[in-house]
T-cell receptor, first 113, second 110 residues
Framework: GQQLNQSPQSMFIQEGEDVSMNCTSS?????WLWYKQDPGEGPVLLIA?????ELTSNGRLTAQFGITRKDSFLNISASIPSDVGIYFC?????????????FGSGTQLTVLP | NAGVTQTPKFQVLKTGQSMTLQCAQD?????MYWYRQDPGMGLRLIYY???????DKGEVPNGYNVSRLNKREFSLRLESAAPSQTSVYFC?????????FGSGTRLTVV
């Protein structure tokens, strides 16, 4: 199946610092998504990207859809304690009725006070 | 609150036992999904249902069966549980790009 390589696997940062994480794929995707998972909960959508080269922001979050359609990154600016969690990238092909998602392995973010 | 409801939240099974994980959504979504989440591996698709009356295998279907009972409900069954099925299971439903996930079922097979 398709593989998504997400890095880093974990990050420990000081409150107020900026964070960057990325995903690369061996296959092309038509849509890139970024999710956050809090402990004991399911993933929640943060940002969706639909076009190669697209740069989208959601508050302190910024994500980009790579030009090659095989990669994406997520930046978090001025981190705060509630940013703690696992961040997942996910790629989607538009073909097929079910539009399945392929997930990266996640980035565990810890924000130190 | 509108969303995806999964039951139970926790379950311990002995090897060889069977059980059904329940999932219901009240958002009138056509597509529903079952994922499993294992440490360091993200979420992997077990089965999905593009619409009521249809089901298809995902990436890791072995050892599981599903039933799309109606538009709201999509259940996952383990006929003979194995320790390798110890995982956190998530149900999701989708409208366009908007996937909504349940809060998960943590299953331990001993």
């Amino acid at each position: 199946g398709q593989q998504l390589n997400q890095s880093p696997q974990s990050m420990f940062i000081q409150e107020g610092e900026d964070v960057s994480m990325n995903c690369t794929s061996s296959s092309i995707f038509n849509t890139w998504l970024w999710y956050k998972q809090d402990p004991g909960e399911g993933p929640v959508l943060l940002i969706a990207l639909y076009k190669a080269g697209e740069l989208t922001s959601n508050g302190r979050l910024t994500a980009q859809f790579g030009i090659t359609r095989k990669d994406s990154f997520l930046n978090i600016s001025a981190s705060i304690p509630s940013d703690v969690g696992i961040y997942f990238c996910a790629g989607q092909l538009s073909s097929g009725s079910a539009r399945q998602l392929t997930f990266g392995s996640g980035t565990q973010l810890t924000v130190l006070p | 609150n509108a969303g995806v409801t999964q039951t139970p939240k926790f379950q311990v099974l002995k090897t060889g036992q069977s059980m059904t994980l329940q999932c219901a959504q009240d958002m009138n979504h056509n597509s529903m999904y079952w994922y499993r989440q294992d440490p360091g591996m993200g979420l992997r698709l077990i089965y999905y249902s593009a619409s009521e009356g249809t089901t298809d295998k995902g990436e890791v279907p072995n050892g599981y069966n599903v039933s799309r009972l109606n538009k709201r409900e999509f259940s996952l069954r383990l006929e003979s549980a194995a320790p390798s099925q110890t995982s956190v299971y998530f149900c999701a439903s989708r409208r366009v790009i908007d996937y909504t996930f349940g809060s998960g079922t943590r299953l331990t097979v001993v």
